[in-house]
Each structure stands twice: as C-alpha cells, then as structure tokens.
T-cell receptor, first 113, second 113 residues
Framework: AQSVAQPEDQVNVAEGNPLTVKCTYSVSGNPYLFWYVQYPNRGLQFLLKYITGDNLVKGSYGFEAEFNKSQTSFHLKKPSALVSDSALYFCAVGRSNTGKLIFGQGTTLQVKP | EAGVAQSPRYKIIEKRQSVAFWCNPISGHATLYWYQQILGQGPKLLIQFQNNGVVDDSQLPKDRFSAERLKGVDSTLKIQPAKLEDSAVYLC???????????FGQGTRLTVV
C-alpha cells in the first residue's frame, strides 16, 4: 500500500519566522517523495523531491525538506517565511516501478505580515 | 517548453448529462495522470497511462468514467452520466515516467447541477 498523511490542515506563521509543514508516508520499498504547491485557481507546481542521497533536499523558492527514514517523514521547511508563501501545500509519495503518485490531503500555509 | 494543456477550463452541466475533458501532455512525456480534486481535499488518482497503456485505474468509477490515450499522446476523460458528487477540479499531469516529477495542467473545474 502507498499513502501519505499531512496531519495539519493549516499552519500559521509570522513573516520572517521559520516554517515547517509536516508529512509522513507509507510505501513498500524505497520511497520517492515530492512536495507541490498550489495557488488559488492554479494547477500544482513542483517544489522539490527526494529520490536518494542527502536527507536534506533543497528546492524552489528557498524551500527545503528533510527525509527521515526511521520516522517515515518528509517535512517541508523554510528558514524565513514570506507572505507570498501563503498557499496550499501537498506532499506526495511515488513508486519507482510504476510511477504511481499518491497525494496527501494538503496543508494550508498562512503567513501573516 | 509548453506545459500541460487542458480544456475546457470550466464546465457546468446538469446531472445525468455527459462531459469530456481533454489533455495534451508535455512532449515526450510517456506517463499521463488524471486526478480528481474535490474542494478541500488532495488530488485523487483516477487513472495513470504509460504511453497508451493503462498502468493503474483502481480508483476510476468505471460504471460512469472512462479515459483513453490514443497514440500515447493526448488523452480524454469522459463522465457519463454525471452525478452531483462529480463536481470537482480534474487535473491532468504528465511525466517522463518512473521517479521523475509530474507536471500539472491548470485543471478543468466541473460543476454538476
């Protein structure tokens, strides 16, 4: 089975503060993990991915994510949040043999000035 | 590079009517996905194609939904007959396959009244 959980429906942070959006996963075999962002009335935009190698992955717009195999987590982080980061964020897990991509329920990030 | 193209952007139909959505993936992308995104939820995979073959359609309501990808390029998703609960955004995505990231179109917002 293949699944993703995003335990927080919404995360609120003040501009300039660090942010974390949580994600845990379940998949047989090696996990391939992704973060996407969705702005209102737009499609999903790819932010970053973990395939193998360094557990800290850097992506677009200053975002990074930390892969933790023992905790089966892939949390999205940013050292200093911007108001423009306010959006809906989705974590996804893929399987290499099929390319099947399953998404979590999403977390709304609200950054206040 | 052109992105994933979807049409129409918006569609309003009455229940029990039929509707079709069209997707043109990024050139050279072998894998094509159709997702259903109900308001407030994460994208749910309906069907995944690898070239013109179906890889996964386990979540496709086959009594009313159908999809095809002729010649391994463009794809159409059809609903017949539509129900109120089919109101959602239908997202098409494509990728090179395997563990590569998927690129999404802007989606078609379907309202069934």
């Amino acid at each position: 089975a293949q699944s993703v959980a995003q335990p927080e429906d919404q995360v609120n942070v003040a501009e300039g503060n660090p942010l974390t959006v949580k994600c845990t996963y379940s998949v047989s075999g090696n996990p391939y993990l992704f973060w996407y962002v969705q702005y209102p009335n737009r499609g999903l935009q790819f932010l970053l991915k973990y395939i193998t190698g360094d557990n800290l992955v850097k992506g677009s717009y200053g975002f990074e994510a930390e892969f933790n195999k023992s905790q089966t987590s892939f949390h999205l982080k940013k050292p200093s949040a911007l108001v423009s980061d306010s959006a809906l964020y989705f974590c996804a897990v893929g399987r290499s043999n099929t390319g099947k991509l399953i998404f979590g329920q999403g977390t709304t990030l609200q950054v206040k000035p | 590079e052109a992105g994933v193209a979807q049409s129409p952007r918006y569609k309003i139909i009455e229940k029990r009517q039929s509707v079709a959505f069209w997707c043109n993936p990024i050139s050279g992308h072998a894998t094509l996905y159709w997702y259903q995104q109900i308001l407030g939820q994460g994208p749910k995979l309906l069907i995944q194609f690898q070239n013109n073959g179906v890889v996964d359609d386990s979540q496709l309501p086959k009594d009313r939904f159908s999809a095809e990808r002729l010649k391994g390029v463009d794809s159409t998703l059809k609903i017949q007959p539509a129900k109120l609960e089919d109101s959602a955004v239908y997202l098409c995505a494509s990728s090179l396959g395997g563990i590569t990231e998927a690129f999404f179109g802007q989606g078609t917002r379907l309202t069934v009244v």
